[in-house]
């Protein structure tokens, strides 16, 4: 599910607070870039955590009805809830793999971490 919510970036001096008032969080960064990928980041935790439990996620306000002080900067920030819960899920799956019995032999003989090494290699084959 993708979702575009508006958020209020406050220039505090030293850095941004960037505010999403529809779901009533605050998150912030040192450069502007930094708070939009903060924003976009705590709205991806809050959605999935309010998913898990069930709860409705918050219909975006219209940019135009947002209270924001002098100075501050109101933007869209969008966030793919799907991709996010992929992109950051660490659970694990179990899968089995088949190989010569002499090569899982000398992996065991030198301690090898079968998962490790599949881990590694699947994220060159995929390049990531």
């Given amino acids: 599910m993708k979702r575009v919510y508006p958020v209020i970036f406050t220039n505090t001096g030293s850095g941004y607070v960037a505010s999403v008032p529809d779901m009533e969080i605050d998150t912030q960064g040192e450069t502007l870039v930094e708070a939009i990928a903060m924003a976009r980041d705590a ?4 959605g999935i955590d309010m998913e898990d439990d069930g709860k409705q996620l918050p219909e975006p306000s219209d940019i135009l009805t947002v209270t924001h002080g002098p100075g501050d900067i109101v933007s869209m920030v969008d966030i793919d809830f799907d991709a996010y819960r992929r992109a ?16 899982n ?10 998962s490790a090494i599949m881990q590694k290699a699947l994220k060159q084959e995929l390049q990531l």
Avoid at 43 to 46: H, S, T
Avoid at 90 to 100: D, E, H, M, W, Y
């Fill in 88 to 103: 950051n899920e660490q659970r694990t799956v179990r899968k089995n793999i088949t190989l010569p019995s002499w090569l």
């Fill in 105 to 114: 032999e000398a992996g065991e003989w030198a301690g090898v971490n079968f």
């Fill in 43 to 46: 709205i991806g935790i809050m």
